[in-house]
Every structure is written in C-alpha cells, then in structure tokens.
C-alpha cells in the first residue's frame, strides 16, 4: 500500500488548503479501513487530528482542529482529503496521511502506532 500526500503550500493566516491522500495498491473499503491525518512540527512528536472510514464515511476529530478543518474521502479515486480553513500560524507542520487495516472506533485510534501505512509528509506554512 503507498499513500500519496499533496497539497501543502504557503498560505497567509485566515487562508484556506485542501490537502489530497492518494491512496494506491491493496484498497481496503470493504472492510472499513480508516485514513487518518497527523502533522508534525520539527522536533516534536507526530499529533492525531482527524480520522474517516472508507465504509460509511465517519469521522473523528480532535478539539484543536474540530470546525476549521474537515476530511471527506472519495472512494471511486481511493483518496482521502484535508479541507483546511482559518489557518493559523501554529498550524505550520508537515501533514502525514496514514491508513490502518484495524477496525477499531475511531475515537480509539488517535495514535499513530495504530497505523500501518504513511504517506511522506507535505509541508504546510502558514505565515502571520
């Protein structure tokens, strides 16, 4: 499975992005596999902030990004996307996709060693 991240830029704060997750090779949607988004900021720790189910399109978010950012999936192009609006500066990282062959809730799997599979990270600026 290889995943393909895309999308990330410079963008002034209170602008928007639309990362894009390609998702190629073995394709899990008839089992309900989740895609989930992180971003890490250099020197820190990889962080969870939303998740979707390939099956029935559910979604999980944490608190920091719940209403600025949205992910939908489509699954006809096996990719998962990251509409991000209202950026703030803090939100500067690079965004990594990842997808999981566990079934799980997804308000359980916020971490990433719940993942099995990453994408390589695309670079988000966002200037103040």
């Known amino acids: 499975v290889q995943l393909q991240a895309s999308g990330g830029g410079l963008v002034q704060a209170g602008g928007s992005l639309r990362l894009s997750c390609a998702v190629s090779?073995?394709?899990?949607?008839?089992?309900?596999?989740?895609v989930a988004w992180f971003r890490q900021v250099s020197g820190k720790e990889r962080v969870f902030l939303t998740s979707?189910?390939?099956?029935?399109?559910?979604?999980y978010y944490t608190d920091s990004v719940k209403g600025r950012f949205t992910i939908s999936r489509d699954n006809a192009k096996n990719t998962v996307y990251l509409q991000m609006n209202s950026l703030k500066p803090e939100d500067t990282a690079v965004y990594y996709c990842?997808?999981?062959?566990?079934?799980?809730?997804?308000?359980?799997?916020?971490?990433?060693?719940?993942?099995?599979?990453w994408g390589q990270g695309t670079l988000v600026t966002v200037s103040s």
């Open positions: 979707i189910m390939w099956n029935d399109g559910s979604t």
């Open positions: 090779g073995r394709t899990f949607t008839s089992y309900g596999t989740a």
């Open positions: 990842a997808t999981t062959v566990r079934t799980y809730s997804l308000d359980i799997m916020i971490n990433e060693a719940w993942y099995d599979y």
